[in-house]
Protein backbone atom coordinates (compact mmCIF):
# COMPACT_ATOMS: atom_id res chain seq x y z
CA UNK A 1 0.00 0.00 0.00
CA UNK A 2 0.92 3.79 -1.05
CA UNK A 3 1.03 6.25 1.37
CA UNK A 4 1.54 10.29 0.88
CA UNK A 5 4.73 11.37 2.37
CA UNK A 6 6.16 14.70 3.04
CA UNK A 7 7.99 16.32 0.18
CA UNK A 8 11.61 14.08 -0.27
CA UNK A 9 14.62 14.91 -2.09
CA UNK A 10 16.46 14.19 -4.91
CA UNK A 11 18.53 11.74 -3.20
CA UNK A 12 15.47 10.01 -1.64
CA UNK A 13 13.91 9.67 -5.02
CA UNK A 14 16.91 8.19 -6.08
CA UNK A 15 17.19 5.85 -3.39
CA UNK A 16 13.63 5.17 -3.24
CA UNK A 17 13.72 4.17 -7.12
CA UNK A 18 17.12 1.74 -6.73
CA UNK A 19 15.07 0.24 -3.72
CA UNK A 20 11.84 -0.68 -5.82
CA UNK A 21 13.45 -1.30 -8.91
CA UNK A 22 15.76 -4.21 -7.44
CA UNK A 23 12.82 -5.68 -5.66
CA UNK A 24 11.42 -6.41 -9.39
CA UNK A 25 14.44 -7.38 -10.61
CA UNK A 26 14.30 -10.38 -8.20
CA UNK A 27 12.06 -11.72 -11.10
CA UNK A 28 15.27 -11.43 -13.19
CA UNK A 29 17.36 -13.42 -10.30
CA UNK A 30 14.53 -16.26 -10.25
CA UNK A 31 14.71 -15.91 -13.87
CA UNK A 32 18.39 -17.11 -13.98
CA UNK A 33 18.35 -19.21 -11.10
CA UNK A 34 15.42 -21.59 -12.72
CA UNK A 35 16.65 -21.90 -15.34
CA UNK A 36 20.26 -23.21 -14.60
CA UNK A 37 19.66 -25.12 -11.34
CA UNK A 38 18.78 -27.93 -13.01
CA UNK A 39 22.22 -28.11 -14.54
CA UNK A 40 23.25 -30.28 -11.43
CA UNK A 41 19.91 -32.22 -11.44
CA UNK A 42 20.17 -33.39 -15.06
CA UNK A 43 22.44 -36.98 -14.43
CA UNK A 44 20.54 -38.05 -11.19
CA UNK A 45 17.29 -37.39 -12.80
CA UNK A 46 17.65 -39.59 -16.05
CA UNK A 47 18.89 -42.25 -13.64
CA UNK A 48 16.17 -41.86 -11.16
CA UNK A 49 13.70 -42.39 -13.46
CA UNK A 50 15.58 -44.26 -15.82
CA UNK A 51 14.99 -42.32 -19.35
CA UNK A 52 17.15 -42.00 -22.37
CA UNK A 53 18.92 -39.06 -23.38
CA UNK A 54 16.47 -38.00 -26.03
CA UNK A 55 13.63 -37.68 -23.01
CA UNK A 56 16.31 -36.09 -20.52
CA UNK A 57 16.49 -33.47 -23.08
CA UNK A 58 12.86 -33.23 -23.46
CA UNK A 59 12.57 -32.68 -20.02
CA UNK A 60 15.16 -30.27 -19.81
CA UNK A 61 14.08 -27.98 -22.70
CA UNK A 62 10.31 -28.22 -21.89
CA UNK A 63 11.06 -25.16 -19.94
CA UNK A 64 12.28 -23.09 -22.72
CA UNK A 65 9.05 -23.57 -24.47
CA UNK A 66 6.72 -22.77 -21.28
CA UNK A 67 8.98 -19.16 -20.79
CA UNK A 68 8.17 -18.69 -23.89
CA UNK A 69 4.13 -19.24 -23.23
CA UNK A 70 5.36 -16.99 -20.40
CA UNK A 71 6.19 -14.56 -22.24
CA UNK A 72 3.27 -14.49 -24.74
CA UNK A 73 1.02 -14.08 -21.33
CA UNK A 74 2.67 -11.52 -19.31
CA UNK A 75 1.74 -8.50 -21.63
CA UNK A 76 -2.25 -8.81 -21.71
CA UNK A 77 -2.27 -10.03 -17.66
CA UNK A 78 -0.32 -7.24 -16.90
CA UNK A 79 -1.93 -4.65 -18.83
CA UNK A 80 -5.53 -6.17 -17.18
CA UNK A 81 -4.32 -7.15 -13.96
CA UNK A 82 -1.11 -4.26 -13.44
CA UNK A 83 2.25 -5.19 -13.16
CA UNK A 84 2.64 -5.99 -9.46
CA UNK A 85 -0.28 -8.94 -9.67
CA UNK A 86 1.91 -10.16 -12.47
CA UNK A 87 4.79 -10.38 -10.57
CA UNK A 88 2.77 -12.12 -7.05
CA UNK A 89 1.29 -14.24 -9.60
CA UNK A 90 5.23 -15.44 -11.07
CA UNK A 91 6.30 -15.55 -7.42
CA UNK A 92 3.51 -18.14 -6.67
CA UNK A 93 4.37 -20.26 -9.83
CA UNK A 94 8.04 -20.05 -8.88
CA UNK A 95 7.32 -21.42 -5.68
CA UNK A 96 4.49 -24.20 -6.60
CA UNK A 97 6.88 -25.35 -9.13
CA UNK A 98 10.39 -25.23 -7.08
CA UNK A 99 8.62 -27.47 -4.69
CA UNK A 100 6.72 -29.85 -7.18
CA UNK A 101 10.18 -30.20 -9.17
CA UNK A 102 11.51 -31.56 -6.32
CA UNK A 103 9.20 -34.16 -4.80
CA UNK A 104 8.26 -35.80 -8.52
CA UNK A 105 6.74 -39.38 -9.13
CA UNK A 106 7.78 -39.31 -12.62
CA UNK A 107 9.56 -37.87 -15.38
CA UNK A 108 6.03 -36.57 -16.65
CA UNK A 109 4.89 -34.72 -13.36
CA UNK A 110 8.63 -33.47 -13.45
CA UNK A 111 7.88 -31.85 -16.52
CA UNK A 112 4.96 -30.45 -15.52
CA UNK A 113 6.30 -28.66 -12.75
CA UNK A 114 9.19 -27.38 -14.15
CA UNK A 115 6.70 -26.41 -17.50
CA UNK A 116 4.83 -23.99 -14.51
CA UNK A 117 8.29 -22.54 -13.65
CA UNK A 118 9.30 -22.01 -17.10
CA UNK A 119 5.98 -19.64 -17.53
CA UNK A 120 6.93 -17.84 -14.43
CA UNK A 121 10.48 -17.23 -16.01
CA UNK A 122 8.73 -15.78 -19.47
CA UNK A 123 6.36 -13.85 -17.03
CA UNK A 124 9.58 -12.37 -14.87
CA UNK A 125 11.18 -11.98 -18.26
CA UNK A 126 8.64 -9.43 -19.51
CA UNK A 127 7.21 -7.81 -16.20
CA UNK A 128 10.57 -6.77 -15.05
CA UNK A 129 11.85 -4.39 -17.47
CA UNK A 130 8.96 -3.20 -18.61
CA UNK A 131 7.75 -2.11 -14.22
CA UNK A 132 11.71 -0.72 -14.22
CA UNK A 133 11.54 1.22 -17.34
CA UNK A 134 8.27 2.95 -16.08
CA UNK A 135 9.08 3.90 -12.67
CA UNK A 136 12.67 4.79 -13.36
CA UNK A 137 13.73 8.57 -14.25
CA UNK A 138 14.97 9.32 -17.81
CA UNK A 139 18.63 9.73 -16.33
CA UNK A 140 18.67 6.55 -14.15
CA UNK A 141 16.39 4.28 -16.60
CA UNK A 142 19.32 2.23 -18.76
CA UNK A 143 21.49 1.84 -15.01
CA UNK A 144 18.27 0.34 -13.16
CA UNK A 145 16.98 -1.32 -16.13
CA UNK A 146 20.67 -2.95 -16.32
CA UNK A 147 19.67 -4.99 -13.03
CA UNK A 148 17.56 -7.79 -15.03
CA UNK A 149 20.56 -8.63 -16.77
CA UNK A 150 22.58 -8.28 -12.98
CA UNK A 151 19.76 -10.35 -11.72
CA UNK A 152 19.51 -13.04 -14.02
CA UNK A 153 23.57 -14.17 -14.13
CA UNK A 154 23.79 -13.87 -10.27
CA UNK A 155 21.15 -16.23 -10.20
CA UNK A 156 22.72 -18.41 -13.20
CA UNK A 157 25.91 -18.26 -10.70
CA UNK A 158 24.44 -18.66 -7.05
CA UNK A 159 22.62 -21.85 -8.91
CA UNK A 160 25.48 -23.31 -10.10
CA UNK A 161 26.88 -22.65 -6.53
CA UNK A 162 24.04 -24.27 -4.38
CA UNK A 163 24.17 -27.36 -7.10
CA UNK A 164 28.01 -27.71 -5.65
CA UNK A 165 27.91 -27.12 -2.27
CA UNK A 166 24.50 -29.67 -1.74
CA UNK A 167 26.43 -32.33 -4.13
CA UNK A 168 29.57 -31.65 -2.53
CA UNK A 169 28.12 -32.41 0.63
CA UNK A 170 26.07 -35.31 0.10
CA UNK A 171 28.93 -36.97 -2.13
CA UNK A 172 26.57 -36.66 -4.90
CA UNK A 173 23.62 -35.52 -6.61
CA UNK A 174 22.09 -38.75 -6.03
CA UNK A 175 22.92 -39.10 -2.95
CA UNK A 176 20.98 -38.84 -0.24
CA UNK A 177 21.71 -35.32 1.87
CA UNK A 178 19.18 -33.23 4.51
CA UNK A 179 16.91 -35.44 6.41
CA UNK A 180 18.17 -38.50 4.03
CA UNK A 181 16.19 -36.77 1.19
CA UNK A 182 18.21 -37.44 -2.08
CA UNK A 183 20.63 -34.23 -3.25
CA UNK A 184 19.31 -33.37 -6.32
CA UNK A 185 15.68 -32.63 -4.64
CA UNK A 186 17.77 -30.42 -2.50
CA UNK A 187 18.82 -28.04 -5.43
CA UNK A 188 15.35 -27.36 -6.62
CA UNK A 189 13.91 -26.34 -3.25
CA UNK A 190 16.74 -24.11 -2.57
CA UNK A 191 14.67 -21.81 -5.07
CA UNK A 192 12.11 -21.72 -2.83
CA UNK A 193 12.94 -18.81 -0.10
CA UNK A 194 14.23 -16.49 -3.26
CA UNK A 195 10.54 -17.21 -4.82
CA UNK A 196 9.01 -16.30 -1.47
CA UNK A 197 10.77 -13.39 -0.95
CA UNK A 198 10.04 -12.76 -4.42
CA UNK A 199 6.29 -12.13 -4.12
CA UNK A 200 6.96 -10.65 -0.65
CA UNK A 201 8.57 -7.42 -2.27
CA UNK A 202 6.42 -7.32 -4.78
CA UNK A 203 3.19 -6.80 -2.56
CA UNK A 204 5.57 -4.00 -0.85
CA UNK A 205 6.69 -1.85 -3.82
CA UNK A 206 4.14 0.74 -5.93
CA UNK A 207 2.27 0.24 -9.01
CA UNK A 208 3.72 1.29 -12.34
CA UNK A 209 2.25 5.14 -12.82
CA UNK A 210 1.72 4.58 -16.41
CA UNK A 211 -0.62 1.99 -15.46
CA UNK A 212 -2.67 3.81 -12.88
CA UNK A 213 -2.80 6.42 -15.26
CA UNK A 214 -4.45 4.11 -18.09
CA UNK A 215 -6.11 2.99 -15.42
CA UNK A 216 -7.72 6.39 -14.39
CA UNK A 217 -6.29 6.00 -11.12
CA UNK A 218 -4.55 9.44 -11.19
CA UNK A 219 -4.58 10.46 -7.74
CA UNK A 220 -2.78 6.48 -6.56
CA UNK A 221 -0.49 7.20 -9.90
CA UNK A 222 0.37 11.21 -8.89
CA UNK A 223 1.34 9.63 -5.00
CA UNK A 224 3.67 7.24 -7.14
CA UNK A 225 5.05 9.54 -8.90
CA UNK A 226 5.96 12.14 -6.19
CA UNK A 227 8.18 9.36 -4.51
CA UNK A 228 10.12 8.85 -7.83
CA UNK A 229 10.34 12.14 -9.43
CA UNK A 230 9.61 14.53 -6.77
CA UNK A 231 8.13 17.83 -7.48
CA UNK A 232 5.31 19.13 -8.96
CA UNK A 233 3.82 16.09 -11.14
CA UNK A 234 0.57 17.20 -12.93
CA UNK A 235 2.55 17.89 -15.62
CA UNK A 236 4.02 14.50 -15.73
CA UNK A 237 0.37 12.97 -15.10
CA UNK A 238 -0.92 14.88 -18.40
CA UNK A 239 2.05 14.18 -20.24
CA UNK A 240 1.43 10.24 -19.89
CA UNK A 241 -2.38 10.67 -20.24
CA UNK A 242 -1.88 11.82 -23.65
CA UNK A 243 0.25 8.77 -24.94
CA UNK A 244 -1.54 5.85 -23.07
CA UNK A 245 -4.65 4.76 -24.30
CA UNK A 246 -7.59 4.90 -21.99
CA UNK A 247 -10.84 4.41 -24.40
CA UNK A 248 -10.30 0.44 -24.22
CA UNK A 249 -7.74 -2.04 -22.71
CA UNK A 250 -4.45 -2.46 -25.04
CA UNK A 251 -4.32 -5.63 -26.93
CA UNK A 252 -2.00 -7.46 -29.31
CA UNK A 253 -3.79 -6.00 -32.60
CA UNK A 254 -1.96 -2.68 -31.38
CA UNK A 255 1.10 -3.85 -32.34
CA UNK A 256 -0.35 -4.05 -36.31
CA UNK A 257 0.54 -1.18 -38.79
CA UNK A 258 -1.98 0.43 -41.12
CA UNK A 259 -1.17 -2.26 -43.62
CA UNK A 260 -1.49 -5.29 -41.30
CA UNK A 261 2.00 -6.13 -40.40
CA UNK A 262 3.72 -5.45 -37.82
CA UNK A 263 5.03 -1.82 -36.63
CA UNK A 264 8.57 -1.41 -37.89
CA UNK A 265 9.47 -1.16 -33.97
CA UNK A 266 7.93 -4.23 -33.16
CA UNK A 267 10.30 -5.77 -35.70
CA UNK A 268 13.10 -4.24 -34.13
CA UNK A 269 12.33 -5.13 -30.83
CA UNK A 270 11.80 -8.79 -32.32
CA UNK A 271 15.32 -8.65 -34.39
CA UNK A 272 17.17 -7.84 -30.29
CA UNK A 273 15.68 -10.68 -28.96
CA UNK A 274 16.28 -13.22 -31.85
CA UNK A 275 20.34 -11.84 -32.34
CA UNK A 276 20.55 -11.81 -28.38
CA UNK A 277 20.32 -15.96 -29.01
CA UNK A 278 21.56 -16.58 -32.44
CA UNK A 279 25.30 -15.22 -31.14
CA UNK A 280 25.33 -18.60 -29.26
CA UNK A 281 25.74 -16.93 -25.62
CA UNK A 282 23.83 -20.04 -24.18
CA UNK A 283 25.94 -22.48 -25.43
CA UNK A 284 28.76 -21.28 -22.96
CA UNK A 285 26.34 -21.51 -19.86
CA UNK A 286 24.47 -24.25 -21.04
CA UNK A 287 26.98 -27.10 -22.80
CA UNK A 288 30.37 -25.26 -21.51
CA UNK A 289 31.48 -27.94 -19.63
CA UNK A 290 30.85 -30.46 -22.37
CA UNK A 291 32.44 -27.88 -24.88
CA UNK A 292 35.71 -27.77 -22.78
CA UNK A 293 35.54 -31.05 -22.53
CA UNK A 294 35.16 -31.84 -25.71
CA UNK A 295 38.45 -29.87 -27.07
CA UNK A 296 40.55 -31.68 -24.05
CA UNK A 297 40.12 -30.42 -20.44
CA UNK A 298 39.22 -32.43 -18.00
CA UNK A 299 36.09 -32.61 -15.81
CA UNK A 300 37.46 -30.71 -13.16
CA UNK A 301 38.98 -27.98 -14.96
CA UNK A 302 35.85 -27.98 -17.27
CA UNK A 303 33.61 -26.93 -14.19
CA UNK A 304 36.23 -24.34 -12.95
CA UNK A 305 36.07 -22.69 -16.37
CA UNK A 306 32.41 -22.20 -15.96
CA UNK A 307 32.31 -20.84 -12.79
CA UNK A 308 35.15 -18.41 -14.05
CA UNK A 309 32.92 -17.54 -17.04
CA UNK A 310 29.86 -16.95 -14.68
CA UNK A 311 32.44 -14.83 -12.62
CA UNK A 312 33.40 -12.52 -15.54
CA UNK A 313 29.67 -12.27 -16.78
CA UNK A 314 28.93 -10.68 -13.85
CA UNK A 315 31.41 -8.40 -13.44
CA UNK A 316 31.27 -7.39 -17.38
CA UNK A 317 27.58 -6.58 -16.59
CA UNK A 318 28.11 -4.15 -14.05
CA UNK A 319 30.19 -2.31 -16.60
CA UNK A 320 27.10 -2.11 -18.54
CA UNK A 321 25.71 -0.56 -15.18
CA UNK A 322 27.92 1.89 -14.83
CA UNK A 323 28.30 3.42 -18.18
CA UNK A 324 24.68 2.96 -20.27
CA UNK A 325 23.63 6.00 -19.22
CA UNK A 326 26.89 7.76 -20.04
CA UNK A 327 27.98 6.48 -23.43
CA UNK A 328 24.39 4.88 -24.05
CA UNK A 329 22.62 1.85 -25.49
CA UNK A 330 23.48 2.43 -29.82
CA UNK A 331 27.77 2.91 -28.78
CA UNK A 332 27.67 -0.48 -26.47
CA UNK A 333 25.72 -2.54 -28.54
CA UNK A 334 27.83 -2.01 -31.69
CA UNK A 335 31.43 -2.46 -29.57
CA UNK A 336 30.04 -5.70 -27.99
CA UNK A 337 28.69 -6.37 -32.14
CA UNK A 338 32.19 -6.37 -33.21
CA UNK A 339 34.04 -7.92 -30.43
CA UNK A 340 31.64 -10.95 -30.29
CA UNK A 341 32.65 -10.91 -34.07
CA UNK A 342 36.12 -10.88 -33.48
CA UNK A 343 36.09 -13.26 -30.86
CA UNK A 344 33.81 -15.84 -32.33
CA UNK A 345 35.54 -15.83 -35.43
CA UNK A 346 39.21 -16.65 -33.90
CA UNK A 347 36.87 -19.63 -32.05
CA UNK A 348 35.78 -20.89 -35.37
CA UNK A 349 39.34 -20.63 -36.96
CA UNK A 350 40.43 -22.78 -33.88
CA UNK A 351 38.12 -25.77 -33.56
CA UNK A 352 38.17 -25.59 -37.40
CA UNK A 353 41.34 -26.40 -37.74
CA UNK A 354 41.94 -28.48 -34.21
CA UNK A 355 43.11 -32.35 -34.64
CA UNK A 356 40.53 -34.50 -33.72
CA UNK A 357 41.43 -37.41 -31.12
CA UNK A 358 41.14 -40.95 -32.67
CA UNK A 359 39.68 -42.51 -29.67
CA UNK A 360 37.00 -40.21 -28.06
CA UNK A 361 36.40 -38.16 -32.32
CA UNK A 362 36.50 -35.12 -30.03
CA UNK A 363 38.68 -32.13 -31.10
CA UNK A 364 41.74 -31.49 -29.12
CA UNK A 365 43.38 -28.14 -28.54
CA UNK A 366 47.22 -28.97 -27.44
CA UNK A 367 49.60 -26.25 -26.40
CA UNK A 368 48.67 -22.56 -27.20
CA UNK A 369 46.02 -23.05 -29.14
CA UNK A 370 43.60 -24.19 -25.83
CA UNK A 371 44.78 -21.25 -23.92
CA UNK A 372 43.73 -18.70 -26.79
CA UNK A 373 40.41 -20.81 -27.31
CA UNK A 374 39.45 -19.55 -24.05
CA UNK A 375 41.13 -16.40 -23.64
CA UNK A 376 38.74 -15.85 -27.02
CA UNK A 377 35.74 -17.57 -25.20
CA UNK A 378 35.94 -15.28 -22.08
CA UNK A 379 36.53 -12.28 -23.70
CA UNK A 380 33.70 -13.48 -25.87
CA UNK A 381 31.35 -13.42 -22.23
CA UNK A 382 33.22 -9.99 -22.13
CA UNK A 383 31.69 -7.95 -24.89
CA UNK A 384 28.47 -9.39 -24.72
CA UNK A 385 28.28 -8.87 -20.78
CA UNK A 386 28.86 -5.22 -20.93
CA UNK A 387 26.29 -5.16 -24.18
CA UNK A 388 24.00 -7.63 -25.97
CA UNK A 389 23.16 -9.15 -22.58
CA UNK A 390 22.40 -6.09 -20.36
CA UNK A 391 21.09 -3.51 -22.99
CA UNK A 392 18.74 -5.43 -24.71
CA UNK A 393 16.53 -5.82 -21.88
CA UNK A 394 16.90 -2.25 -21.38
CA UNK A 395 15.80 -1.49 -24.89
CA UNK A 396 12.89 -3.72 -24.59
CA UNK A 397 11.99 -1.77 -22.03
CA UNK A 398 12.40 1.24 -23.40
CA UNK A 399 11.56 1.24 -27.44
CA UNK A 400 7.94 0.64 -27.45
CA UNK A 401 5.18 3.52 -26.29
CA UNK A 402 3.14 3.57 -23.48
CA UNK A 403 0.21 2.33 -25.78
CA UNK A 404 2.33 -0.97 -27.06
CA UNK A 405 4.79 -1.60 -24.14
CA UNK A 406 2.90 -4.26 -22.29
CA UNK A 407 2.08 -6.46 -25.34
CA UNK A 408 5.63 -5.83 -27.25
CA UNK A 409 7.83 -6.91 -24.84
CA UNK A 410 5.59 -9.71 -24.50
CA UNK A 411 5.92 -10.50 -28.18
CA UNK A 412 8.96 -10.24 -28.19
CA UNK A 413 10.47 -12.21 -24.96
CA UNK A 414 8.44 -15.11 -26.60
CA UNK A 415 10.32 -14.89 -29.44
CA UNK A 416 13.60 -14.69 -27.32
CA UNK A 417 12.83 -18.19 -25.68
CA UNK A 418 11.75 -19.71 -28.91
CA UNK A 419 15.55 -18.70 -30.30
CA UNK A 420 16.84 -20.02 -27.36
CA UNK A 421 15.13 -22.95 -27.46
CA UNK A 422 16.54 -23.30 -31.07
CA UNK A 423 20.28 -22.48 -30.55
CA UNK A 424 19.65 -24.67 -27.14
CA UNK A 425 18.65 -27.79 -28.76
CA UNK A 426 20.27 -27.94 -32.06
CA UNK A 427 24.08 -27.58 -30.28
CA UNK A 428 24.54 -31.07 -29.72
CA UNK A 429 23.39 -32.51 -32.99
CA UNK A 430 25.75 -29.57 -34.46
CA UNK A 431 28.49 -30.53 -32.58
CA UNK A 432 27.87 -33.99 -33.25
CA UNK A 433 27.65 -33.69 -37.11
CA UNK A 434 29.48 -30.53 -37.70
CA UNK A 435 31.65 -29.85 -35.20
CA UNK A 436 32.92 -27.09 -33.07
CA UNK A 437 34.11 -25.19 -35.94
CA UNK A 438 30.92 -25.23 -38.08
CA UNK A 439 28.86 -24.42 -34.80
CA UNK A 440 30.56 -21.45 -34.02
CA UNK A 441 31.12 -20.44 -37.61
CA UNK A 442 27.02 -19.82 -37.47
CA UNK A 443 27.09 -17.69 -34.11
CA UNK A 444 30.00 -15.67 -35.66
CA UNK A 445 27.67 -14.99 -38.59
CA UNK A 446 25.38 -13.96 -36.27
CA UNK A 447 27.12 -11.57 -34.62
CA UNK A 448 28.47 -9.99 -37.90
CA UNK A 449 25.20 -9.21 -38.81
CA UNK A 450 24.05 -7.76 -35.56
CA UNK A 451 26.78 -4.87 -36.36
CA UNK A 452 24.89 -2.98 -39.15
CA UNK A 453 21.41 -3.88 -37.70
CA UNK A 454 22.75 -1.74 -34.59
CA UNK A 455 24.28 1.20 -37.20
CA UNK A 456 21.42 0.71 -39.20
CA UNK A 457 18.25 0.20 -36.93
CA UNK A 458 18.94 1.03 -33.78
CA UNK A 459 18.20 4.67 -32.56
CA UNK A 460 19.92 6.08 -28.97
CA UNK A 461 17.26 6.23 -25.96
CA UNK A 462 19.53 7.49 -23.22
CA UNK A 463 17.74 10.38 -21.46
CA UNK A 464 14.64 10.30 -23.44
CA UNK A 465 11.44 9.84 -21.14
CA UNK A 466 8.93 6.77 -22.23
CA UNK A 467 6.71 9.68 -23.62
CA UNK A 468 9.06 10.73 -26.42
CA UNK A 469 9.53 7.08 -28.15
Not at 134 to 156: D, F, K
Amino acid sequence: MVFKSPIATKEQNTTYVILIAVAAALGGFLFGFDTAVINGAVGALSKTFNIDSLMTGFAVSSALLASALGAWIAGPIADRQGRIKTMVVAAIMFTMSAIGSGMPFGIWDFMFWRSLGGVAVGMASVIAPAYIAEVAPAHLRGRLGSLQQLAIVVGIFLALLCNYFIASGAGSAEAPFLFGVTAWRWMFWTEVPPAVLYGVAALMIPESPRYLIAQKRYEEAGIVLKKVIGGDVEAKIDEIRQTVLTERKPKFSDLLSRSGGLLPIVWVGIGLSILQQFVGINVIFYYSSVLWQAVGFSEQNSLLITVITGVVNILTTLIAIAYVDKFGRKPLLALGSIGMTVTLGTLTVIFGNAAVDAVTGNPTLPGASGIIALIAANLYVVFFGFSWGPIVWVMLGEIFNNKIRAAALSLAAAVQWLANFLISTTFPPLLKNFGLGSAYGLYTIASAISIFFVILLIKETKGKELEEM
